[in-house]
């Protein structure tokens, strides 16, 4: 038995393929470079060419955009299991900078690892590729958020994608899950000021429906959640493997 059979990436691509055990040695291999990183310090930045593609296996990281004003647009959030940095290593610079949010860790994969494990497991790199099918998914539902939904709604559609993500991964549900995300944070990735976060994040608390607070998310009432951000998870596809 692998440690990579466990690993948080092997239960998300087990959402979409059943793995063998020949692939379970290639993500193994995947997993070899294993590497700590603190946080607050980009892993890697916009612009950068030559790098590696990481796999996330604790901890929380940020991909942001930098604006020609210094303003910052995060893009999105990557919890244990995702993949970063792989459209980037795969058209060779790097639109976006990762910024580990806590102290990570993560596996380091090579452009040659990744291009001979999917030469040799053509249906694990289907699987990588729902991945990233995945991830194109969530980033329309985001642009969709900021364009289209209130703010309200904007909030819960995303704690309840976010609790989505890390239940993939066993480490969420729909009654809660750790969140190290700031104030500051969510409005940099919602589009909204820091008061109107804290104004929105209370309407929630004092509406019974959920609470965010000292880094946990509480769900108290799931439907209504729902109901509010009119939430179809069908987006990221979680129902069960497609490929046997």
Not at 20 to 29: H, I
């Amino acid at each position: 038995m692998t440690s990579a059979e466990h690993s948080p990436l092997t239960r998300k691509l087990s959402a979409f393929v059943g793995l063998s055990e020949a692939e379970l040695a290639v993500l193994e291999r995947l997993h070899q470079r294993r590497r700590s990183f603190a946080a607050g310090r980009d892993m890697v930045h916009q612009g950068q060419s030559d790098q590696a593609a990481y796999i996330l296996s604790s901890g929380w990281v940020c991909s942001y955009k930098i604006q020609p004003d210094g303003t910052r647009q995060i893009v999105d959030f990557q919890v244990p299991g995702d993949f970063l940095g792989l459209r980037s290593v795969l058209l060779r610079t790097s639109d976006h900078s990762f910024e580990p949010m806590v102290t990570i860790e993560a596996a380091e994969v090579l452009k040659s690892d990744l291009l001979a494990a999917f030469a040799q497991t053509p249906r694990l790199a289907t699987a990588i590729l729902w991945a990233a099918s995945r991830d194109e998914a969530m980033v329309v539902e985001h642009l969709v958020g900021i364009g289209r939904r209130d703010a309200d709604a904007r909030m819960a559609h995303f704690l309840l994608e976010l609790g989505s993500r890390l239940s993939l991964v066993g480490i969420g549900s729909k009654e809660g899950y750790e969140c190290p995300l700031t104030q500051y944070h969510l409005a940099d990735a919602l589009g909204l000021s820091a008061i109107h976060v804290n104004r929105v994040l209370r309407q929630l608390r004092e509406g019974g429906v959920v609470t965010f607070r000292d880094g946990h998310v509480t769900i108290h009432d799931y439907g209504r959640l729902v109901d509010l951000a009119e939430f179809d998870p069908a987006y990221l596809d979680q129902t069960g493997p497609l490929l046997k």
